[in-house]
């Protein structure tokens, strides 16, 4: 759980300076091309994932989940700390870009690490009630978007405005240490191996027997985490320039706001893991999360952006979480044990890469206006046809667990 919080905080933190930073590693690309350069490098991160994802998820097929999470966890933690001691071009030219990108692939590779084995030791870990074990993993995503939030509006509110660029976004990186350390020890105190996976009988390669035999449900996985991360990343990238930039809010009252979304995030995370358990069923969770996020986005993002009511992201924000929340057991449903980890790794961890580009075509599709009009008809599209892959994954998956189970 504070694993995916301190994903969260290193995920935040960029998409929160990511307006302050642009001018200062990429302001001779003008405005629209240090936004998308900005975007760009933090998709460095993202797409790197799949790699350290079947690295590390390899390993705890073979060895156990819970020795590869203490390695994960500090090396992301230690790797976003750093974020805050790059110099900028200013001061150090071509290479302030070029650390940061090896930043960002550091971090990514090491998360990708992460979610190969901490949400499926989750709901590996306990016997009844999976979907609401998976969604209270999930909300530890939120812990760390509370944290980042509630760091940048003290930074924003008492700093001056001209602090921001200097030290104020260096803070927010560095105050992430803090989720890492709590968490690390936390681990070492308290994380038992998966019972699930103790119980498994063990492949002594698992990304051979992962692509001979478990091709189609990495597929189905991927286009489903590809669906929900796309729509999600949309809200969480994009809400901080909405508000600041379209709504015309202050930082500090858009921190304020994007403080209180965490809980909404968390309430939609752990709303869509109980409707799992529900249901009986990830997959008809999934589908009906999807369809629940296609009805409402119109309506919702039309009250943000064309009324001007910036405090709704909040209910953008819980219809976009829905399926995340569901996640973990469909993954487990689709995967047995022995290659569990490395095909999370690879589907959850590819699916984050080919999501990662979200926030660039959207801003590309409303072409980084001011105005409300374009970016409601980017962001509807953008999520409305990304829902729909998990529409056809989880129609897909309904039919490959039907037949798993005969």
Known sequence: MLGWGMDAYDFVAYAFVAPIIAPLFFGQLG???????????????????????VFFGNLADKLGRRGVLYITMLGAGLSSFLMGFLPTYAQAGILAIILLVILRFVVGFFLGGEYSSSGIMAVESVAKRRGLASGIMQA?????IFGVTFT??????????????????????WSGIVTTIIGWLFRRKFLTESFEWERAEK??????????????????ILLATMGFLYEYYVMLEL????????????????????????????????FGGVLV???????????????????????????ILMLGNGWLVLLWDFIAV?????????????????VRATGAGLSYNGGTWLAAWAAIVTTLMAGASTKPGPWLSAIVINTIWSSVLMVISS???????RKMKT
């Open 239 to 270: 809400s901080p320039f909405v508000l600041q930039s379209v709504l015309n809010y202050t930082p500090a009252l858009a921190g304020l706001i994007l403080t209180v979304l965490s809980a909404s995030d968390a309430i939609g995370s752990i």
């Open 203 to 220: 492949v002594s390669t698992p990304y051979r027997v992962l692509f001979t035999k478990y091709w189609l449900p990495v597929i189905v």
């Open 152 to 173: 940048y509006t003290l930074v924003a509110t008492y700093l001056p405005q001209s602090a921001l660029s200097t030290i104020g976004w260096r803070i927010v990186f």
């Open 322 to 338: 829905l399926p995340v929340g569901v996640m973990q057991v469909y993954i487990r449903d689709l995967l047995p044990p022995s």
């Open 140 to 144: 530890g995503f939120d812990l760390g």
């Open 31 to 53: 405005h629209l091309g240090s936004i998308l350069a900005t975007l760009a490098t933090f998709s460095v991160s993202l797409a790197v994932r799949p790699l350290g994802g």
């Open 395 to 401: 129609m897909a998956a309904i039919t490959i667990i």
């Open 277 to 303: 358990d529900w249901l009986r069923s990830s997959a008809r969770a999934l589908l009906t999360t999807a369809l629940i996020i296609i009805a409402l986005i119109y309506p919702t993002m039309y009250a």
